[in-house]
């Protein structure tokens, strides 16, 4: 949970998370103690607090006499990243599908409105944002803590490199986020229809439709690093 106590406490931690997600604070940038604080008008100790929030969610990473640093984005971890994301992307699906209320599906159209939105006015901020949202609430409605919490690890990675996926384009990556959104919609029809297999198999899709262009992101010239295949999916 965020901070709590204190309006300026929680602003600090919102606005963080929002900065590292957009990458406006970029990935291993330092956080300088006394810049935030005059930023957010908070002493020492509630700032560390927030800092100690945004560790513990996997946004910040706190370094003994170093201070604190944007969690990074290095080779290593996003091989991790592209191995992990599509098993616990269409795990969550499956069960979004077996447990969602009526209430968090009305959340998740809402979410997708967002977003649709969002990608008819090309703010990439907007789209990446309203993304990283959509796939919150689907782990929410999965309902369990253990995926939940490697969920929102993942999206923190996903959502930054998003910043490139969602910028507006022309041609075959338009089509692409065309897609994307039209996936979210079938998503939204294979939970409210309680339709488990459907909602994984849609996982994987959506996971493969950006993989591509997020190798493109992630992966310079020259190097060869094998990263995660997702899943086969079974024939019918």
Request: with cysteine; aromatic share 6%.
């Amino acid at each position: 949970m965020p901070p709590q106590r204190g309006t300026a406490k929680t602003v600090a931690y919102e606005d963080l998370k929002r900065a590292i997600l957009t990458l406006e604070r970029k990935p291993g940038s330092a956080l300088e103690e006394t810049e935030l604080c005059e930023l957010y008008g908070l002493s020492r100790t509630p700032l560390r607090e927030v800092l100690q929030q945004l560790s513990g969610d996997g946004y910040v990473t706190l370094q003994l006499n170093r201070g604190a640093r944007v969690s990074d984005m290095t080779h290593f971890t996003l091989r991790d990243f592209f191995l992990a994301a599509p098993l616990i992307y269409s795990a969550i699906l499956r069960l979004a599908a077996q447990n969602a209320t009526l209430v968090q599906i009305d959340e998740l159209k809402a979410a997708q409105d967002a977003f649709r939105e969002a990608m008819d006015t090309g703010d990439v901020t907007a789209r990446a944002l309203t993304n990283d949202r959509f796939h919150r609430i689907t782990g929410r409605m999965a309902g369990n803590s253990y995926l939940m919490a490697s969920l929102d690890r993942l999206l923190i990675d996903h959502t930054r490199i998003g910043m490139t996926f969602f910028r507006q384009t022309r041609g075959a990556k338009d089509e692409r986020l065309k897609l994307a959104s039209a996936q979210h919609d079938e998503m939204i029809v294979a939970i409210e229809d309680g339709d488990e297999d459907r909602a994984a198999e849609l996982a994987l899709e959506h996971w493969a439709l950006s993989r591509d262009q997020i190798e493109l992101f992630v992966m310079p010239p020259g190097l060869e690093a094998p990263l995660g295949q997702p899943p086969k999916l079974k024939s019918a």
